[in-house]
Each structure stands twice: as structure tokens, then as C-alpha cells.
């Protein structure tokens, strides 16, 4: 290899790790600038031509970082529950292993209502996307890998209290609550305090003392 | 009144009478026609042809009885709801009153259980009918005045054990996992037993022992 080949090689490779980092700056503008902006609009009026105004890049970006609008909702939700499992697996206790399943249940149930008040809107935009992707029948919430996870986890926890219950059954009618009127809308509204409450009432009287 | 018209009279009062016993007759046999057809089919299968048909009348009666389709959905389901009040302001414990808040409230989540088993297609055409008639957004299920009478019942059940909790929204969450994925769908295929059991082990925790 010469000196002059050598030398261009450089030069791509370091053009290459220059579009990497400008790739991924980008994507994550792109993220933050469509979590903000559901943040304050209802799903509906959130085009990708608005996230990408915001996040200062072209549509095209968009598209080309994310495929449609519905894979940059999807990937946000994503995003976000990946945070919450991480924290319920490896995080420190009362989310993570480290404390009583009751406890553990109680604080996850305010976790979850905190991350969907913070992305009520989110949340509508994602199974919006869901159904938009396939046909609600084919693809139901409960088919969704997070609410596989979420599903799981709350699951066990029961279960590990209360063996004498179909703990699965009432993993699905818990979780089932956030999706529910009036307590979606107060979501959507970002309350989440007085729905932690009540999960923790709930789950406390279920789990009894630890 | 001369011998005649008094005569005549009579035969219009018999008439009348006739008229309203048929009326009343074809009224219920509409009703349970369609009760049967909707245990049998799914609810957008329920056509008033279908109903007539099986009721042994015409078309017409049953738009002149309900007014529409929609308003036979609704006579329906209201008359079953009608039954369940009944039981519960009148009746005898533990669905009545006479039994302690936590026995009642476990004995309503079965008998609403056992009712949306039973009519598990018919709830989901009294929601598609109302849907149908106003908007979701328009007409939540928040305001049918089935779902205040159960939402109060179960407040006030939980608010008389419970004080310091929001008992209103607890209802909220509890009644609404009857609408919720896969609660919902084995409803739909007549199994109830196994969910009232869940909302038992949820009751008795959350009301303590009586």
C-alpha cells in the first residue's frame, strides 16, 4: 500500500466515523425532538415533517434513520421500557432485586405510571402505530415484546406471594388498567400520582405484609 | 251510551288489549331471539333480519318495537343490567345488602362476571352500538348509566372498608379490566369462573377479612 492510498484510507475511515457520530447526534435529536413534542400535542399532530423542524434535520432523515413515523414511535416507546428493564433487573431495590416482591410490585406499578403520564401521548401513538401496522386482531397488546416483559415480571412477583392465585390472569387485569378510561386520560393529562396510590393499595392488600 | 256503541266500545278496549298482550309477546320474543342468536354469533353476524326471523315476525316489528338495531342492543343489555340492580338493592346477601362490604363486593364481581360471560357478544354490540350513535370520545363508557350504577355500587363497597383510598378510581380500575385483553376474550367464550376468582383474591386483599 502506498503512501498516498494509505493516507485516503485514513480519510475515509475518518469521514466514516464522522457520519457514524453525525448519524447517531442525529437519531437522538430526532428522539428527543418527537418525545417533546408528544409531550405536548395529541399523537395525531405529530408528523415526521413537525419532528424533523424541530430536531433541526430534513424529512428524509427521518425516514431514512427510522423507516416511517410509526417505526420513530415504536423505537421511542422501545427506548424507554428498555430503561424501565433495565432498572427492574439490574437497578437498585425497591425496582430492582434487593427488596420484598410487595415492595418490588409497588414501586414497578409507580414506575410504569410515571413513564406513561411522562409519555401518555406516547403510548396512544404506539399502539396507534401498532394497529396501523397490523390489524389490532393480529396484533394485540399482549403479542408487544415490553408487554411481554411487563407481563412476566408482575407475574412472578405474585406469584411468588401469592401461589393460591392465577397470577397471570391478574398480571393481565393490573396492567390492563392503564389502557382503561377514566385512568388513560388522566395519563394523557400527566397525573400519575393518585394511579401509583391505588396500584399500591391493590398490590399491598393482594401481596399482604412482608 | 246506546246498547251499540257501548258494544263497540268493548270490542276496542278488547282489541287494545289484545293488541298490547301481542305487542308484549313479540317484544319478548324478539329479545330472546336475539339473546340467542348473540350467545351463538358474533355480535356484527346479529342482523335485525336474523332476529326477526328467528323471533318469528317481520322486519318491520322489530324497527317498530326498537326503532333501530342499536336500540334493541340496547333494551338488551339494559334489561339485563336492570336484573343485577335489582339483585343488588333488593336482594338476598351477599349480592344484597345484609352481607359485609367485602362478601358483597366478591359476590358483584361474579355476578358481573357471570353476566358479561353470558352476554359477552351482547356487551360488545351494546359498546359497538354506542359507539356507533356518538363517538367514543363523544359518549364514554363512563357515562352509561349502567356503568355509573356499577361504578358507584363498588365505590361505596370499597370507600366503606377503605377510607383511605381513592375508591372511586380503584373502581374505576377494577371494573374496567372487564374490557381489557385477554380478560375480554374469555368473556367472550363464556369463562367467568377463573375471573371471578382473580377479582376475589383482589377484593378480599384490598378489604381485609370481615
Redesign the interface.
Same mark, same amino acid.
Given at each position: 500500500m502506498d503512501h498516498w492510498s494509505s493516507l485516503s484510507m485514513g480519510k475515509n475511515v475518518l469521514m466514516e466515523r464522522r457520519e457514524r457520530a453525525d448519524a447517531a447526534r442525529n437519531r437522538q435529536a430526532i428522539l428527543r425532538a418527537a418525545e417533546e413534542l408528544l409531550r405536548r400535542h395529541p399523537p395525531e399532530q405529530v408528523s415526521v415533517e413537525r419532528v424533523a423542524s424541530a430536531a433541526g434535520v430534513g424529512k428524509g432523515t427521518v425516514f431514512h434513520r427510522f423507516g416511517s413515523r410509526t417505526g420513530l414511535m415504536l423505537e421511542l416507546m422501545t427506548e424507554r421500557a428498555r430503561e424501565l428493564e433495565q432498572a427492574v433487573t439490574e437497578g437498585p431495590p425497591p425496582l430492582g432485586p434487593g427488596a420484598g416482591p410487595a415492595e418490588r410490585l409497588v414501586a414497578f406499578f409507580a414506575a410504569v405510571a410515571a413513564l406513561a403520564a411522562r409519555n401518555g401521548n406516547l403510548m396512544a401513538a404506539h399502539e396507534h402505530a401498532m394497529v396501523t401496522r397490523k390489524s389490532a386482531a393480529e396484533q %394485540?397488546?399482549?403479542a408487544n415484546p415490553i408487554y411481554l416483559f411487563w407481563h412476566r415480571h408482575v407475574s412472578e412477583l405474585i406469584a411468588e406471594r401469592?401461589p $393460591?392465585? $392465577?397470577a397471570g390472569?391478574?398480571a393481565?387485569?393490573l396492567l390492563?388498567?392503564l389502557?382503561?378510561? %377514566?385512568?388513560a386520560s388522566q395519563l394523557r393529562a400527566g397525573q400519575y400520582e #393518585?394511579?401509583a396510590?391505588?396500584f399500591a393499595?391493590?398490590v399491598? #392488600?393482594?401481596?399482604?405484609e412482608e
Open positions: %394485540p397488546r399482549e401469592r $393460591d392465585v $392465577d390472569q391478574i393481565h387485569m390492563g388498567t389502557h382503561m378510561e %377514566p385512568v #393518585g394511579l396510590a391505588s393499595a391493590i399491598r #392488600g393482594l401481596m399482604g
